[in-house]
C-alpha cells in the first residue's frame, strides 16, 4: 500500500546545531501534519500544512510543504535539550490517518 | 473532559486471555482513533470511528480485534486471546472531525502480555 517515508530514522546533534527531518509521499497530499513524541510521552500535534509551497514558523521550528504537495520538512535551528523525542508526519492516506516512521533526535548539551 | 482519557495505563496479562481497552475522548469530538505502537517503533493505525461508525476495519491486525463505540463518545478496544506479539502501548485519539486538523492523544494503555 501506499507509504510516507520519514529519513532519517536517528538524528544526534550537539546542542546548538541544526536539525531536519524528511517526508516523503509518492502521491499528492492533500495535507500534513507533523507531531512531536516526548519519550515516554504521547504524540502532541504541532502543525499542519496545506498549500502547495507553504512554510510555516513556530520560534526556531520552520515547517515546508513541497510545491507538489508529496513532501514536506521540519527544520530546527539550534537545536536545544528541550526539543529532545521523536517528530512524525502524519499523512490521510486511503480513508486513514498514516503516521511516518519518525525521526528521533537526541541533543548532546 | 480536558483530555482524552485511556484506562487502564498498565495491563499485564497472561498469554490467551481476553482484555479491553478504554478511551474517553474530549467531549464533543466526532472523530475517534486507534493506534499501536511498540517499543521504539512508530505509530500503526487500527480504526477510526466517524460518531459510531467503523467505515473501515482493515487496519486491525487480526480478527481478535475489536473495537466499537457507543453513544458517539466512548470506546472500546477489545483483545481476545491475547498473543505475547500484542504487547505494545495503544493509544487512542479524538479530533472534532474526521481527517481535520490536530489529533489529541491519550496517554496510552501499555499492555503486555506474559
Known amino acids: 500500500g501506499q507509504q510516507v517515508m520519514q529519513i532519517p530514522q536517528y538524528q544526534h546533534v550537539q546542542e546548538g546545531e541544526d536539525f531536519t527531518t524528511y517526508c516523503n509521499s509518492s502521491t499528492t497530499l492533500s495535507n500534513i501534519q507533523w507531531y512531536k513524541q516526548r519519550p515516554g510521552g504521547h504524540p502532541v500535534f504541532l502543525i499542519q500544512l496545506v498549500k502547495s509551497g507553504e512554510v510555516k514558523k513556530q520560534k526556531r521550528l520552520t515547517f515546508q510543504f513541497g510545491e507538489a504537495k508529496k513532501n514536506s520538512s521540519l527544520h530546527i535551528t539550534a537545536t536545544q535539550t528541550t526539543d529532545v523525542g521523536t517528530y512524525f508526519c502524519?499523512?490521510?492516506?486511503?480513508?486513514?490517518?498514516?503516521f511516518g516512521q519518525g525521526t528521533e533526535l537526541s541533543v548532546k548539551p | 473532559g480536558a483530555g482524552v482519557s485511556q484506562s487502564p495505563s498498565n495491563k499485564v496479562t497472561e498469554k490467551g486471555k481476553d482484555v479491553e481497552l478504554r478511551c474517553d475522548p474530549i467531549s464533543g469530538h466526532t472523530a475517534l482513533y486507534w493506534y499501536r505502537q511498540s517499543l521504539g517503533q512508530g505509530l500503526e493505525f487500527l480504526i477510526y470511528?466517524?460518531?459510531?461508525?467503523?467505515?473501515?476495519k482493515s487496519g486491525l491486525p487480526s480478527d481478535r480485534f475489536s473495537a466499537e463505540r457507543t453513544g458517539g463518545s466512548v470506546s472500546t478496544l477489545t483483545i481476545q486471546r491475547t498473543q505475547q506479539e500484542d504487547s505494545a502501548v495503544y493509544l487512542c485519539?479524538?479530533?472534532?472531525?474526521?481527517?481535520?486538523?490536530?489529533?489529541?492523544f491519550g496517554e496510552g494503555s501499555r499492555l503486555t502480555v506474559l
Open positions: 485519539a479524538s479530533s472534532l472531525r474526521l481527517f481535520t486538523g490536530e489529533l489529541f
Open positions: 470511528f466517524q460518531g459510531n461508525s467503523a467505515p473501515d
Open positions: 502524519a499523512v490521510n492516506q486511503g480513508g486513514k490517518l498514516i
